[in-house]
């Protein structure tokens, strides 16, 4: 088998992109708070659906770069 490194461009690269999905995930239920009237001590008791909520979002953006660059890589090498 093939030893992989794991560079610190690509570590920084996906916990900023972590991080992308927490914002996202904090604004999404911010609006829902607003829209729903709902009390703002609600983003601090359910930070946890929160986190689990961004963790959904980076996996659906992994499998969104898989399929691409898979699909990628699949034409480019039919074309060769």
Do not use: Q
Not at 54 to 80: E, H, P
């Amino acid at each position: 088998m093939k030893d992989t490194i794991v560079t610190a461009r690509r570590k920084k690269i996906e916990l900023i992109t972590l991080l992308i999905c927490f914002v996202v995930s904090n604004l999404i239920h911010l609006y829902a708070i607003i829209a729903y009237h709902a009390p703002f001590t609600e983003m601090i008791t359910s930070i946890f659906y929160i986190i689990i909520f961004a963790f959904v979002l980076y996996a659906f953006w992994g499998i969104l770069r898989l399929l691409f660059y898979g699909l990628r890589a699949l034409f480019t090498r039919s074309r060769t």
